[in-house]
């Protein structure tokens, strides 16, 4: 099992900045791919970015691709979304999961592929 703990939510304005924070406990951390995810109210969840095991690989929504960055820590057990340039549009719960593939090219958006989600921390941007 690994328990993921997201932090670092709040409200800030549009043009802002925001890092939330996921941290990671039960499992060695480092043999995980990590991935945010994103849920608007009335809208149905949606990949954000993803970010290998060794964090030498990033992948993101186009969406966010150039505003937000995606990184880890393995010694802290941690990965965090870096998010510039905030929008009213990027309001929503996000989320952090986990998936145990080395590998993850073909899989970094695809939810079923994770298996293990945090609880969420909410993030709103005000015009």
């Known amino acids: 099992q690994v328990q993921l703990v997201e932090s670092g939510g709040g409200l800030v304005q549009a043009g802002g900045s925001l890092r939330v924070s996921c941290t990671a406990s039960g499992r060695t951390f480092s043999n995980y791919a990590m991935g945010w995810f994103r849920q608007a109210p009335g809208k149905e969840r949606e990949f954000v970015a993803a970010i290998n095991w060794s964090g030498s690989n990033t992948y993101y929504a186009d969406s966010v691709k150039g505003r937000f960055t995606i990184s880890r820590d393995n010694a802290k057990n941690t990965v965090y979304l870096q998010m510039n340039s905030l929008k009213p549009e990027d309001t929503a719960t996000y989320y952090c999961?986990?998936?145990?593939?080395?590998?993850?090219?073909?899989?970094?958006?695809?939810?079923?592929?994770?298996?293990?989600w945090g609880q969420g921390t909410q993030v709103t941007v005000s015009s």
């Open positions: 999961a986990a998936q145990p593939r080395t590998y993850i090219g073909s899989t970094y958006s695809n939810e079923p592929k994770y298996d293990y």
